[in-house]
């Protein structure tokens, strides 16, 4: 009877008059509800809440002058830059406004997050000036103003507002203005440039700043790579989150709450870096699928593609875990052919490794495992060349990170070009990595059907390799993508993500044990064992002497 009222709307009066007042159990079943395991932070710990320091965005303004004056010759007599940030954007035709996220240009170099501002840069006395909107008094009735004083305060700049920017140009009489114009090498958009006739009668340079500030970006201080590994923490404790919190029988929006009230409790989490990503079956199997409104089933793989932005600053990881707490053969089998790529491409991480030549290695191994599985047959290299790693993973192994979750930078003039073949061209970037470079590793295997099908037809990518019988009980994994944050060192690389990867290591934190004190090659003295014990039952000895048994464990 206390069961079946437990369960009941009416549980909250219930339990009220036994075990304390509402609020008390209200407490308590929102901490079951939203994942017992929820530590809330003390806010006064946490370095990056509300803003960054003025500091690190003035290193960003010198580096980047530093490297324009080197490239840039002669850049004529009192030339300057000019910027320009987001505008407020209204919800269609209506009076209300979305939530806008700064420009990333514009705060990578001024760090102002208020709509409606431009900004200056004199180039010869490296002096910057923020050109913010004048406020109507009245407003303040309504919402906060910020006013040019404020402004200059806050951002330690000097502030004149924008309505006299166009005068305050032509008080310098410009050698030059220079614009940060540019295309995106991942959509083909182009950046936000100021309105010409703020600009005046001066001549207007699009060229020569753009690919300066994209390298720029693409290289990050010491400063930002702070920031970023807080952005990481914050993702990494939301994704433990979930997978300590999930079962058959809720929905994926479940655990994509759970990470959203996680981050924005702990961190003041106000954007996200790209649309949360919670799939679960078959579901896991589409790249971006954002729906997140199925109900986990069964032994179904789940996939959380989550990230925080912290102050501007990205992150972006990806966790696939089986929702009954433990994987079964199939899921294992693929499962762990991913973290052998993930890993086996984070040890060769190191500045002048290029990234290309690591998708290929992702690929050579995806290959070699799932013709060791039966799925696919004949030579590694022959399938390598016609693409047949492409329809398991038909993404990119990893991108740039920072303002952006696909960070600038990734094709630069003197950077390898784009590799123009299925898979490979979708690759963000083909850099030599460099120190500072932050990027995504994240491998993948997925069992598309149309892809593996009409999809490959389409491309002109032979099937023949293809074992479809022993395939078709994959389809209904869907798919595993495993992505870590990484960050080029002196010497290798540092990932900046920590949650659970191995399948000891998962299977324990989905059964609420210390998941951290698990290492990742916890079986490796059972898979020494099994060669030992399959070579001498080739040999036929069951009790081998000394030398013998050393020279076992020279040949394993």
């Keep these: 009877v206390v069961f079946f009222f437990f369960k009941q709307k009416t549980a909250y009066e219930i339990l009220s008059g036994l075990v304390g007042s509402e609020m008390c159990i209200r407490d308590r079943?929102?901490?079951?509800?939203?994942?017992?395991?929820?530590?809330?932070?003390d806010p006064a710990t946490f370095e990056y809440a509300t803003t960054l320091p003025n500091s690190l965005f003035a290193d960003n303004r010198k580096r980047f002058l530093t490297e324009f004056k080197k490239k840039v010759v002669p850049i004529p007599a009192n030339s300057v830059m000019v910027f320009k940030g987001k505008e407020e954007m209204s919800i269609d035709s209506t009076d209300t406004e979305y939530e806008v996220e700064q420009e990333s240009f514009f705060y990578y170099l001024f760090g102002v997050n208020e709509t409606g501002c431009y900004a200056l840069i004199?180039?010869?006395?490296?002096?910057?000036?923020?050109?913010?909107?004048e406020p109507n008094p009245l407003h303040q009735i309504w919402t906060k103003i910020y006013t040019k004083e404020w402004m200059a305060?806050?951002?330690?700049?000097?502030?004149?507002?924008?309505?006299?920017?166009?005068?305050?140009?032509?008080?310098?009489?410009?050698?030059?203005?220079?614009?940060?114009?540019?295309?995106?090498?991942?959509?083909?958009?182009?950046t936000l440039i100021p309105e010409e006739e703020k600009l005046g009668k001066f001549p207007i340079d699009k060229e020569a700043l753009h690919p300066i500030l994209i390298a720029q970006r693409s290289i990050k201080s010491e400063e930002e790579i702070k920031v970023m590994a807080v952005a990481c923490k914050a993702a990494c404790e939301g994704h433990e989150l979930c997978i300590k919190s999930c079962k058959p029988g809720i929905r994926e929006s479940h655990l994509d709450s759970i990470f959203k009230h996680q981050g924005q409790i702990n961190y003041n989490v106000k954007f996200r870096p790209y649309g949360d990503i919670v799939s679960s079956g078959k579901n896991t199997a589409t790249l971006h699928y954002v729906e997140n409104n199925k109900i986990i089933g069964e032994n179904e793989f789940v996939m959380c593609d989550l990230g925080h932005t912290i102050c501007g600053y990205c992150s972006d990881v990806t966790t696939t875990f089986p929702s009954n707490g433990k994987f079964t053969e199939m899921q294992k089998n693929i499962y762990q052919i991913v973290l052998k790529m993930n890993r086996t491409v984070e040890s060769r991480m190191k500045p002048g490794v290029v990234w290309s030549d690591m998708h290929i290695l992702a690929e050579k191994i995806l290959l070699t495992d799932l013709k060791a599985l039966g799925l696919v047959n004949g030579d590694v290299n022959e399938m390598f060349e016609k693409r047949i790693a492409y329809l398991f993973m038909p993404h990119g192994l990893g991108h740039l990170l920072g303002l952006d979750v696909h960070e600038v930078g990734g094709y630069l003039k003197d950077t390898p070009a784009r590799i123009m073949k299925p898979g490979l061209k979708n690759l963000r970037t083909g850099r030599k990595l460099e120190k500072g470079i932050v990027i995504t590793c994240e491998p993948g295997c997925y069992f598309i059907e149309y892809l593996l099908t009409e999809g490959a037809k389409m491309l002109d990518i032979p099937t023949t390799y293809l074992n479809m019988e022993k395939i078709k009980p994959y389809l209904n994994i869907?798919?595993?993508?495993?992505?870590?944050?990484v960050v080029i060192t002196d010497s290798g690389a540092n990932v900046l993500t920590k949650v659970p990867r191995s399948v000891e290591q998962i299977e324990a934190c989905m059964a609420g044990k210390d998941w951290a004190s698990i290492p990742e090659n916890t079986k490796i003295s059972e898979i020494i064992q099994s060669f030992i014990n399959q070579y001498l039952s080739l040999i036929h000895i069951s009790e081998p002497t000394r030398p013998e048994r050393i020279s076992y464990a020279v040949f394993c």
């Design 122 to 133: 004199n180039i010869a006395t490296e002096e910057a000036i923020l050109f913010p909107n």
């Design 478 to 485: 869907g798919g595993v993508r495993i992505e870590d944050d």
């Design 153 to 190: 305060t806050r951002y330690g700049m000097k502030a004149i507002y924008s309505k006299d920017l166009n005068k305050y140009i032509e008080s310098l009489n410009p050698g030059k203005v220079y614009v940060n114009f540019g295309v995106n090498t991942d959509s083909g958009s182009t």
């Design 29 to 41: 079943y929102q901490r079951r509800v939203h994942g017992d395991f929820i530590e809330f932070m």
